[in-house]
Nanobody, 122 residues
Framework: QGTLVESGGGSVQAGDSLRLTCTAPGRIYSSSTMVWFRQAPGKERQFVAGLRWGYQTTYYADDVKGRFTISRDGASAVALQMNNLTPEDTAVYYC????????????????WGQGTQVTVSS
């Protein structure tokens, strides 16, 4: 599968919500794991949330658990609902695809999106 395309980023206030969407060029295979990463200025890209497509099981980084929800959005897209945003969530958010069961490492990513900026002000 080819390039992923993210949408839905923007600038919000602390406590607000945003929904990001990642669209694949075709149907997402059941063997795929779809993941969101984020990268803040001067920091390494870090795992945020993942979804095993065929099993519809999800997993999250500790600092977003209970606030963010990853879900399927049709046959070819994955969404990230982000609630109660804080300034610490400010980053470029990247969608990624791999086949590792619980993908959290950038080294295991097969394809990336171009990223979408999320800015949260206090």
């Amino acid at each position: 599968q080819g390039t992923l395309v993210e949408s839905g980023g923007g600038s919000v206030q602390a406590g607000d919500s945003l929904r990001l969407t990642c669209t694949a060029p075709g149907r997402i295979y059941s063997s795929s794991t779809m993941v969101w990463f984020r990268q803040a200025p001067g920091k390494e890209r870090q795992f945020v949330a993942g979804l095993r497509w065929g099993y519809q099981t999800t997993y999250y980084a500790d600092d977003v658990k209970g606030r963010f929800t990853i879900s399927r959005d049709g046959a070819s897209a994955v969404a990230l609902q982000m609630n109660n945003l804080t300034p610490e969530d400010t980053a470029v958010y990247y969608c990624a695809r791999g086949t590792v069961r619980t993908l959290t490492r950038t080294e295991d990513v097969i394809s990336w999106g171009q990223g979408t900026q999320v800015t949260v002000s206090s």
